[in-house]
């Protein structure tokens, strides 16, 4: 499921025109909150950067070392992976996810070119805090949309991709 919290894209998440579960959720912290006390205290969050911990960490308000012990970085952890094997996979000067997934023959995630991703948002956003406007929109509006959806989808996909393989040739 694919949750959305910022209120000028509430109607684009209630009516996504995609096959999975988008939601919109109001209140991100108290989501968030429920989140990490709903599952097991030692069960792992996954994420692609410190970037996450660092969000996580102001919105919940909570020290990072209450999260640290729980938050992976699949981005350090396929680092070390590939360093340690950079015989077969050769040197990578960036490990972005891109890179990283195609060190490891598994096809990148969708990119946009150079503000794509802004371009679609600010296309989107003009048309989706209200019902009405999100429900008048053109298809071109409607395709961003799913695109941006698709877009993070493919980046999560992407990311358990890369931990499934590491784990398989540990």
């Not at 998440?13 to 990490?36: C, I, Q, S, W």
């Not at 040197?91 to 997934?101: G, P, Y």
Request: hydrophobic share 40%; proline share 5%; charged share 25%.
């Amino acid at each position: 499921m694919q949750v959305v919290f910022t209120n000028e894209y509430r109607w684009a998440a209630e009516a996504p025109g995609v096959a999975h579960a988008v939601a919109y959720e109001p209140d991100r912290k108290g989501f968030l909150a429920t989140l990490m006390s709903s599952t097991r205290t030692r069960r792992p969050f996954f994420a692609y950067s410190e970037h996450e911990l660092k969000v996580l960490s102001k919105i919940l308000k909570r020290s990072q070392p209450t999260i640290v012990p729980r938050y992976k970085n699949v981005r350090s952890i396929a680092k070390r992976w590939l360093n340690e094997r950079s015989a077969i996979h050769g040197q990578l000067e960036n490990h972005d996810l891109n890179s990283v997934a195609a060190a490891m023959d598994i096809t990148p995630p969708l990119q946009f070119p150079k503000g794509g991703m802004t371009a679609r948002l600010r296309m989107v956003r003009k048309h989706s805090s209200t019902k009405k406007g999100w429900n008048n929109a053109p298809t071109a509006v409607h395709t961003a949309w799913k695109e941006l959806l698709f877009y993070n989808e493919s980046d999560v996909m992407t990311m358990y991709k890369i931990m499934q393989l590491m784990c398989e040739h540990n």
